[in-house]
């Protein structure tokens, strides 16, 4: 989908190499700049987040390394570095100098708090970045310390996405006669946006502000439940039609204290009965009873399970590549078709095919 688009990543870590893994799974020619040697000891020699792209090593402390990576950018469509704000400027790589080399180019900047702001130079990482920005208000049952399925969503969800999404604008706009831009991609602002949809509850009442209160994040009985082999099953049948099938596996259609699906007050009470009927068989003893109905209950899989669980299977969403599980590319599109992850690349595997090219 992405052919005859170019990207150069700067060597970085989290969501900025992940961006540059979605580009290239969706068919543009990523060129990592690689460090010389790996800055992270015990670092894998290929990383899975390198899959798809070509590297060079370059020592951007070096008059000769920097100008080779001058004129790669002078031949890219895009930029992506994940520093924090002033290390590109340091390196002489801002902007300001990219743009002069190619004024076409979108200049990605990938960081937790953004080029501005109180605390735009203080570290930080994804919890650090979703706690400030809301993201993680609405997280785990109430009167349990919000926790979220780690990197999904502040790395990933409020950052890398957010910046393919403002890459892609960026070229598009400069490839119809434009000039190139920057893309300040924050994870803060990025997770405050994501939060939108839960935010329009609010619009009907159905959003409390107070954590805990509400028809998604609190004591509703719609929520993970523990099974008696300490598995888990996942319980959201929140339309009442859904709901009604959800009773009638259980035998419960007739329970009186069921009865009135959004009584607030019957919540806590429901949840505890619930609780008590799910440790009583194994996980896939219910997801057996549930399976082929529309109770919109499931069970809750390692990675590894899900890539054996039948409707994942079918589809291919999760593949061993280069003797590492990852998911596929996502996503699908009905006029091309994609490939098999390529392998990821050693660290300056492609220098002398990199630097050919630009000889040309």
Same mark, same amino acid.
């Given at each position: 989908?992405?052919?005859?688009?170019?990207?150069?990543?700067?060597?970085?870590?989290?969501?900025?190499?992940?961006?540059?893994?979605?580009?290239?799974?969706?068919?543009?020619?990523?060129?990592?700049?690689?460090?010389?040697?790996? #800055?992270?000891?015990?670092?894998?020699?290929?990383?899975?987040?390198?899959?798809?792209?070509?590297?060079?090593?370059?020592?951007?402390?070096?008059?000769?390394?920097?100008?080779?990576?001058?004129?790669?950018?002078?031949?890219?469509?895009?930029?992506?570095?994940?520093?924090?704000?002033?290390?590109?400027?340091?390196?002489?790589?801002?902007?300001?100098?990219?743009?002069?080399?190619?004024?076409?180019?979108?200049?990605?900047?990938?960081?937790?708090?953004?080029?501005?702001?109180?605390?735009?130079?203080?570290?930080?990482?994804?919890?650090?970045?979703?706690?400030?920005?809301?993201?993680?208000?609405?997280?785990?049952?109430?009167?349990?310390?919000?926790?979220?399925?780690?990197?999904?969503?502040?790395?990933?969800?409020?950052?890398?996405?957010?910046?393919?999404?403002?890459?892609?604008?960026?070229?598009?706009?400069?490839?119809?006669?434009?000039?190139?831009?920057?893309?300040?991609?924050?994870?803060?602002?990025?997770?405050?946006?994501?939060?939108?949809?839960?935010?329009?509850?609010?619009?009907?009442?159905?959003?409390?502000?107070?954590?805990?209160?509400?028809?998604?994040?609190?004591?509703?009985?719609?929520?993970?439940?523990?099974?008696?082999? #300490?598995?888990?099953?996942?319980?959201?049948?929140?339309?009442?039609?859904?709901?009604?099938?959800?009773?009638?596996?259980?035998?419960?259609?007739?329970?009186?204290?069921?009865?009135?699906?959004?009584?607030?007050?019957?919540?806590?009470?429901?949840?505890?009965?619930?609780?008590?009927?799910?440790?009583?068989?194994?996980?896939?003893?219910?997801?057996?009873?549930?399976?082929?109905?529309?109770?919109?209950?499931?069970?809750?899989?390692?990675?590894?399970?899900?890539?054996?669980?039948?409707?994942?299977?079918?589809?291919?969403?999760?593949?061993?590549?280069?003797?590492?599980?990852?998911?596929?590319?996502?996503?699908?599109?009905?006029?091309?078709?994609?490939?098999?992850?390529?392998?990821?690349?050693?660290?300056?595997?492609?220098?002398?095919?990199?630097?050919?090219?630009?000889?040309?």
């Amino acid at each position: 989908m992405l052919g005859g688009i170019r990207i150069i990543e700067i060597e970085a870590l989290g969501p900025a190499p992940f961006t540059g893994m979605l580009l290239a799974d969706l068919g543009a020619d990523v060129i990592v700049v690689h460090r010389k040697q790996a #800055s992270m000891p015990g670092a894998p020699e290929r990383s899975l987040l390198d899959r798809g792209k070509r590297s060079i090593a370059l020592d951007l402390k070096d008059a000769g390394d920097v100008a080779v990576l001058m004129r790669l950018i002078a031949t890219a469509d895009g930029l992506i570095e994940g520093f924090r704000p002033g290390v590109m400027e340091r390196l002489g790589l801002d902007p300001d100098a990219c743009h002069a080399a190619n004024p076409k180019l979108v200049y990605g900047r990938m960081t937790g708090w953004g080029q501005d702001g109180p605390l735009a130079a203080t570290a930080g990482h994804d919890m650090n970045y979703t706690g400030v920005s809301g993201a993680l208000w609405y997280a785990s049952p109430p009167g349990e310390p919000p926790m979220a399925p780690p990197t999904l969503t502040g790395d990933i969800g409020g950052g890398a996405l957010y910046l393919v999404i403002g890459m892609l604008a960026g070229i598009v706009k400069a490839r119809a006669g434009g000039q190139g831009t920057v893309v300040d991609a924050a994870i803060v602002d990025g997770s405050a946006h994501m939060m939108n949809l839960l935010m329009s509850l609010g619009q009907s009442g159905a959003l409390a502000a107070e954590r805990g209160q509400s028809l998604l994040d609190g004591p509703h009985w719609c929520r993970v439940y523990r099974t008696s082999d #300490s598995g888990f099953v996942s319980v959201q049948c929140l339309e009442p039609k859904f709901y009604a099938l959800f009773l009638d596996r259980l035998g419960l259609a007739a329970d009186p204290q069921f009865a009135n699906q959004f009584d607030r007050d019957l919540w806590p009470g429901l949840c505890e009965r619930l609780a008590a009927i799910f440790a009583t068989k194994p996980r896939d003893e219910w997801v057996k009873l549930f399976e082929g109905s529309d109770a919109c209950v499931g069970p809750v899989l390692s990675p590894h399970e899900a890539a054996l669980h039948p409707h994942m299977a079918v589809r291919g969403t999760w593949l061993t590549a280069d003797g590492v599980l990852q998911a596929a590319a996502a996503p699908r599109f009905s006029d091309w078709q994609q490939k098999t992850p390529a392998r990821s690349p050693a660290r300056g595997e492609h220098d002398a095919e990199i630097r050919a090219g630009l000889a040309r």
